[in-house]
């Protein structure tokens, strides 16, 4: 049963919160990423400095996954725009509405999504 307009409504606020959060705390991560050493001083241990390079790589970690979801969240709401949110872009079938309540950036059914993990896609 394809999704109602104001079922599709709802899941366009969700998706756009989602943004403007992320986009924000992208935002913080990447500016403190750039940062010089200089900025945040030497550190007087090589030990310090390891952890320090620890900590950069985990944050530019955590920077490219939440870059992956604004990906996704950019592709559903552009699905919301051509009126095909809530079909799966692989098979055409319906994505659930509990899936979708799940993750409102889901762009394929959890058949489809599992096989393109597995590379079967």
């Known amino acids: ?3 109602k307009k104001n079922e599709i409504a709802k899941f ?3 998706l756009e919160e ?14 403190e990423v750039k940062k010089p050493d200089e900025i ?12 320090d390079d620890f900590d950069r790589t ?9 870059f992956n979801v ?6 559903a709401l552009e699905k ?4 095909t949110y809530g079909i799966c872009d692989i098979t055409g079938e319906e994505i ?6 799940a993750v409102p950036y889901a762009t394929m059914t959890v058949k489809a999504q599992e096989k393109l993990e597995r590379g079967l896609l």
């Open 1 to 3: 049963m394809p999704l």
């Open 12 to 14: 366009k606020k969700v």
């Open 18 to 31: 989602m943004r403007y959060r992320l986009t924000n705390s992208l935002k913080g991560t990447t500016d």
């Open 40 to 51: 945040g001083g030497y550190s007087q241990h090589q030990a310090d400095k390891g952890t």
């Open 58 to 66: 985990i944050s530019l970690e955590l920077t490219s996954q939440e």
């Open 70 to 75: 604004l990906r996704h969240i950019d592709r």
């Open 80 to 83: 919301i725009d051509e009126n």
């Open 96 to 101: 659930s509405v509990s899936r979708l309540e």
